[in-house]
């Protein structure tokens, strides 16, 4: 099966949200009767990794459940429920609640009537990148007392806004405003005064709250 597939399938996935959806206070025994799910097809993005297997066959089963963690030197680590189906006629799952660019370990079983399958093999996934910084920035004096901002517009239509940070005599950045939409090139600040220097950095946003990588620092000093 195609990994376009999947991405049609969207309105049919079955997805963890952080609400519902796990039996946490669930504890299975060890069925080894019980079959579990050999193959999986993952499709990882930025913020979330899409998961498709073959429908389940075996009528003793009920439902699939979903183990997550992310590898660590810590060998007593262990696998946490991130999501439990009770159909086994299911065959999607969407993890929501990862991050770009790591590293995440998933197994699977299936459940009846109290007990689980053995877990599956380990399957290895890691999430795409985030978005690329925006490319330009630059500060001008425009006036007495008022600094603007231009930049370049991420070229990702995703992007639908753009984070404003700042940097005074080379203290911490922080948070000064956000602008909309993805072709906004402009910021003016007028909380400056002379005798300072101002770097400033930008962040774009996704509609999904995915952050870029912050752009390259512009300089002033008034």
Request: hydrophobic residues 35%; contains cysteine.
């Amino acid at each position: 099966m195609k990994k376009s597939i999947l991405l049609l399938s969207v309105l049919a996935l079955i997805t963890f949200n952080g609400c519902g959806g796990i039996k946490g206070l669930m504890i299975y025994d060890t069925d080894p009767t019980l079959k579990s799910i050999t193959q999986v097809r993952a499709l990882p993005m930025m913020s979330s990794v899409g998961f498709e297997w073959e429908k389940i066959q075996d009528r003793r089963i009920h439902g699939i459940n979903i183990y997550r963690k992310v590898p660590s030197n810590q060998e007593d680590q262990e696998f946490k429920r991130i999501g439990s189906i009770g159909n086994r006629y299911a065959t999607h799952f969407v993890d929501t609640h990862v991050k770009p660019n790591t590293k995440y370990l998933y197994t699977f079983t299936t459940f009846a009537l109290g007990k689980e399958s053995k877990r599956s093999t380990v399957f290895r996934v890691k999430t795409r990148p985030t978005f690329t910084p925006v490319s330009f920035v630059k500060a001008y004096k425009e006036a007495p007392g008022v600094v603007k901002l231009l930049w370049r517009p991420h070229p990702s239509q995703r992007v639908n806004a753009y984070i404003i940070e700042r940097s005074v005599n080379n203290g911490r950045w922080k948070y000064v405003s956000q602008v909309e939409g993805q072709l906004m090139a402009e910021y003016i600040d007028t909380f400056v005064r002379n005798g300072n220097t101002y770097a400033y950095r930008i962040i774009a946003k996704s509609y999904d709250n995915i952050r870029a990588k912050a752009s390259q620092a512009t300089q002033i000093s008034l």
